[in-house]
């Protein structure tokens, strides 16, 4: 090999997996070049001062992180290019420090005065590209720098910028979730902000840390539907999951009344219930005691929302067009939903991938809304190219299709694909035939008899197949169908596939009386073969023989009991118990039972025939289009859809108010005899900015604008719907009839103080947003109905205060973590082991005590002195045994002792004011604790994974005191007991970011095996893991809350230094782990 071409291929980058590093001098890239020599070169080529070597050994370091290989060791030559002012060097730079920053903390606090630098920078993707590091640096001291530069970033100028700051909000949350309220703040602001570059990470975000609050979305809902065609895809998908969850909550069900909805076909949609309630008879249907059912007329809301996103069924993207047809699915009339059907067949031509997908939808939708496929049955053909899975969900979308019309058709497609090399396939196509047997009468005798001919087939599979589906049309009718029973019987000889077997067996059984001469002998042949038949078929064989001894005692009396007596000494003990239950039943003792005689009853009960249903019919309680519903099981961060309301909510929460001032100042109106000119010349722009305007200002706006954006269809009849609503709200109490007629009178006159200058709302709103924020505030609560005034305030200002002087490097000493309590830090207390074990069962296994950890952790922790309980002491330990209430939460044993000289009466938990995510099972109260008496209590707590406190009140009769409990991070897990090569498996994939890494000496006195394992134990609740090696020891648990794993591993070697691993998916959980382990081993 010539050094040339390894050298001309290494400078591009573009070394293939498994080929050598060379070194960038072509004379010293040899295979065989030591890795310091290689990296030296490197260092040499980032401290020169020339751009193009730097690049070039940026591409070559990220190359070597692509391909898995270690490259820590330059993080100090990198992070001195990261003030380098080519752009191209610094994106590198930033790359490499997003991937090291956690593992080497120290070097990159260093650099932060650099990025908060950047976050000035003139130009916008160095601003962005420092808040994105910035963000990705996991250490919890830079929390209050990064907060700060989110909240900078949100006003910033770029929407690249803004939306860099929207991405940046769930990593945060998910670093500190005691931030949320000042992040909530930060997404309201975004979430008002009309760039279509913001809007899908903004919802990304509002997804990811408060998807509760729901009041967030009311005022920015028209704005979203308007924006969402021109959003990217990513977004869309994102911002139309959103809307389908917030229309299932503010909408009414538009398949209610569907018949009074098609009886009134000429009713606009822009009418509301109040229009209906003012109709003929209204007066009458309020007199009486039962009024009758209003007839559905759909709200502008919910028609703008499906008007806005049909559109996008014609994306390119298979993402957006599954989530609009999911959308329409679960919001649209049954009329309507239609529409989806063509753009998802076009799916079925994208790649098998997309296929799968599209195919597990559209199975589920075919069976509530089988006429929306019914016309492209034939797009659902199989081809032989297809994938086994493609093929069987498609056979399940045509069984689905299938109708008195189409059945010749489908059937003739079913008998090419018996033909199939493809097993698992021709055994699903044998199962829909006989689904199509039991949903389609006619065609009952003709798919049965082709189920016959198949069981001559040649494939053991196919027949073994056959026999079940025949035993289920069999039972639907039994009596017209004995020769096939007796075809069957036949069959036991050849066939032995188990559930075939069986599926004879109980044929034979249960209509014993059409085969009264085969019945018997089959019984005698499978006698002979018992002690070799699967236990399936055994279970089978007892039932035959049970029923043909109840049938026919004279021939069968002695074979039964054989069968009985066979069975009685059977490995399994199913078959063992089952024998002696039938034996009991059958053959009753001296001492015979009751049920005995009604043995008959019991065993040839009429059975009601299977339903033969499709595995797709339960899975649409999911959500289309979600993982959740792919695998049919709830994944984990799955949001549930939530069912439509019985009423519908106030939809004025939607209204966009304008401040009050901005409708009489004369420089409105001058601005108002411009607004054709803009209106022109915003073109596309104008629908976005009246979204966010008032509809009944609205009125009066461009009709191109207005017309487009469809969020003020109802406002050139504002005035009549407000009487309509007055008197559509007759039946209701005279004081909230007396307050909707003041608020609507209130209302009309601002309309009509407002009317005429009213098209300029959108420049005024944008103006004086920000400078007007209170006043509008104020006006929503006049105006609106008090729920929407409740969800309108908004957390105290105090917390989002800006800070007015910028944090620099100087100042990271002064910061203290967030969670830093009054609470004196745990101190470790090893426990006797005989303590430990006491009360401890976890199973009966060899290993139990190599894989319990000690009873508790830490020893006893004051939780309140007695001076400053008056008398009431009270300390707490960490069990280590599961809490009953809840698995998730840590068992927390309370001990109280009363040293005063008067009863303390009525001990209780007040009401906790906890961080989000953390809860608290209370304990039960202790009505009374005597002078001089102890008691104990048991409380969980959920600390969500992290280790802040738990704040809460211990409350007596007279008295509330405030006491705080922080957990060390080694009570958050429970251990795992795994064997050895299932630790090294998951091990494997925790690597990376994931793993943790430190270097330690062990002093003598910790060389044993016994004080490292009770060390570390103590330290951290995990379970020892078998170890091949002397000199290694392994642990692994899972956390509480999430159960992320957690694996220890200790190389402790004779000599050197010892190295102490940690590998978890919790980063920080897995660095403070070390830092207790480390410290508890070198002490």
């Not at 219930?273 to 003012?278: R, S, Y």
């Not at 596309?684 to 979204?691: D, L, N, V």
């Not at 609106?784 to 917390?799: L, Y």
Request: charged residues 25%; negative net charge.
């Amino acid at each position: 090999m010539s050094a040339a071409p390894a050298y001309g291929e290494d400078k591009g980058g573009s070394a293939g997996p498994g080929e050598p590093e060379y070194g960038h001098d072509p004379a010293s890239g040899g295979i065989f070049s030591s890795d310091y020599k290689r990296h030296d070169d490197l260092k040499e080529m980032l401290d020169t001062n020339k751009d193009s070597l730097k690049l070039e050994a940026m591409k070559r370091i990220v190359a070597m992180i692509a391909r898995g290989k270690n490259a820590s060791d330059l993080f100090p030559a990198v992070v001195k290019n990261v003030a380098c002012k080519n752009i191209e060097v610094k994106k590198l730079v930033y790359v490499y420090l997003v991937r090291y920053a956690e593992e080497q903390q120290d070097l990159a606090l260093l650099s932060i005065s650099t990025f908060q630098r950047g976050l000035k920078d003139p130009n916008q993707l160095i601003r962005a590209s420092a808040l994105r590091v910035l963000s990705s640096i996991r250490v919890p001291i830079i929390v209050p720098i990064m907060m700060l530069a989110i909240k900078e970033a949100a006003s910033d100028m770029s929407p690249y910028v803004r939306k860099t700051a929207a991405h940046a909000i769930p990593k945060l949350y998910s670093l500190d979730s005691d931030q949320k309220d000042q992040l909530i703040e930060v997404i309201e602001k975004l979430l008002a902000d009309k760039t279509t570059l913001v809007a899908g990470s903004v919802v990304m975000a509002f997804e990811e840390v408060c998807p509760e609050r729901i009041d967030l979305i009311h005022k920015n809902y028209r704005k979203l539907c308007n924006l969402l065609i021109d959003v990217e895809e990513w977004g869309q998908v994102v911002i139309i999951s959103m809307l389908t969850r917030y229309a299932r909550t503010q909408f009414l069900s538009p398949t209610q009344n569907e018949s009074l909805l098609e009886e009134n076909p000429e009713k606009a949609f822009y009418g509301s219930e109040e229009d209906e309630a003012k109709g003929p008879g209204s007066e009458e249907a309020a007199t009486t005691t039962v009024p009758a059912r209003k007839p559905y007329v759909m709200d502008p809301d919910h028609r703008l929302l499906l008007r806005n996103t049909k559109p996008l069924l014609q994306s390119r993207s298979a993402a957006v067009v599954m989530a609009v047809a999911q959308l329409y699915f679960h919001l649209a009339p049954k009329a309507e939903v239609g529409v989806i059907a063509k753009a998802l067949v076009r799916l079925l031509r994208s790649h098998s991938e997309v296929q799968y997908v599209v195919l597990q939808n559209v199975a589920t939708m075919s069976i509530k809304r089988r006429g929306m496929f019914e016309p492209y049955l034939k797009s659902f053909y199989i081809r032989s190219t297809d994938p086994t899975q493609i093929k069987i969900l498609k056979l399940e979308v045509l069984t689905n299709l299938a109708n008195e019309t189409n059945i010749p058709t489908v059937l003739r497609e079913f008998q090419t694909y018996i033909r199939s090399m493809d097993k698992d396939f021709v055994a699903a196509t044998i199962q829909a035939i006989g689904r199509c047997a039991t949903n389609i009468g006619r065609v009952r005798d003709t798919c049965l008899n082709g189920l016959v001919q198949l069981l001559s087939n040649r494939d053991e599979l196919v027949v073994a197949e056959s026999v079940v589906v025949i035993k289920k049309l069999l039972q639907m009718q039994p009596a017209q169908h004995g020769e096939i029973i007796k075809h069957l019987a036949k069959l036991t000889d050849n066939i032995q596939v188990p559930m075939a077997r069986a599926s004879i067996l109980w044929l034979i059984g249960e209509y014993c009386e059409h085969v009264p001469k085969i019945a018997p002998d089959v019984l005698r042949k499978m006698a002979k073969s018992f002690t070799a038949e699967e236990d399936i078929v055994k279970l089978q064989v007892i039932n035959l023989a049970a029923k043909l001894y109840l049938t026919n005692s004279k021939q069968t009396k002695l074979l039964t009991q054989y069968v009985l007596s066979l069975a009685k000494y059977d490995q399994n003990y199913d078959i063992r118990d089952r024998a002696r239950f039938t034996r009991q039943l059958i053959v009753p003792s001296e001492q015979g039972g009751a049920l005995s005689r009604h043995a008959k009853k019991l065993f040839l009960a009429p059975k009601p025939a299977p339903v033969l249903e499709s595995s797709f019919k339960d899975r649409d309680h999911f959500q289309l289009g979600s993982l959740s519903h792919l695998l049919n099981a709830k994944a984990t961060g799955y949001q549930e859809l939530p069912d439509w309301p019985e009423e519908a909510p106030d939809p004025s929460v939607r209204n966009v108010e304008v401040p009050e001032w901005t409708k009489c100042s004369n420089r409105e109106k001058r601005k108002e005899k411009e607004k054709p000119f803009y209106s022109d010349s915003e073109g596309e722009s104008g629908p976005t900015e009246s979204a966010d305007s008032d509809p009944e200002s609205e009125s009066a706006s461009d009709s191109k604008s207005s017309g487009e954006s469809g969020s003020g269809e109802s406002s050139s009849e504002s005035d009549s719907e407000d009487q309509e609503e007055e008197k559509g709200r007759s039946s209701e109490s005279e004081q909230s009839e007396e307050e909707g007629g003041k608020r609507k009178t209130k209302k009309r006159k601002k309309v009509a103080e407002g009317q005429g200058d009213g098209s300029s709302s959108d420049e005024g709103s944008d103006s004086s947003s920000s400078s007007s924020e209170s006043e509008r505030t104020s006006e929503t609560e006049e105006e609106q109905v008090e729920p929407a005034s409740w969800r309108k305030k908004t957390p105290p200002s105090g917390k989002s205060a800006p800070v007015a002087k910028e944090i620099s490097l100087l100042d990271l000493e002064d910061f203290t973590p967030a969670s830093v309590q009054p609470v004196s830090p745990p101190t470790i207390v090893s426990t006797s082991l005989a303590t430990d074990l006491e009360g401890l069962t976890l199973t009966d296994s060899p290993l139990v005590p190599s894989l319990l950890s000690p009873a508790s952790g830490a020893g006893r922790q004051e939780l309140l002195h007695r001076v400053a309980g008056e008398g009431l002491a009270v300390d707490y330990t960490f069990s280590r045994q599961p809490f009953s209430g809840d698995p998730h939460m840590v068992s927390v044993h309370i001990h109280f002792s009363n040293s005063s000289e008067t009863p303390i009466k009525g001990l209780h938990v007040g009401t906790p004011k906890l961080p989000a995510g953390i809860s608290i099972q209370e304990f039960p109260e202790i009505e009374s604790l005597a002078p001089g008496e102890s008691a104990t209590a048991v409380m969980g707590i959920n600390f969500c994974d992290s280790t802040q406190a738990a704040n809460f009140q211990l409350c007596t009769q007279t008295r509330q005191f405030y006491v705080s409990i922080q957990p060390p991070v080694g009570e958050l897990m429970a251990p795992v007991f795994m064997s050895e090569n299932e630790f090294k498996k998951e091990q494997g994939k925790l690597t990376g970011m994931s793993e943790i890494t430190e270097k330690l000496t062990l002093p003598d006195s910790c060389r044993s095996d016994h004080v490292v394992v009770q060390k570390v134990t103590t330290v951290a609740n995990l379970g020892r893991v078998p170890c091949g090696t002397s000199d290694e020891y392994r642990f692994a648990g899972r956390t509480l809350t999430s159960g992320s794993l957690v694996l220890l591993t200790l190389d402790a070697r004779p000599s050197g230094a010892a190295q102490l691993t940690v590998n978890s998916e919790k980063m920080v959980i897995g660095t403070m782990l070390v830092k207790d382990v480390v410290q508890a081993l070198t002490q």
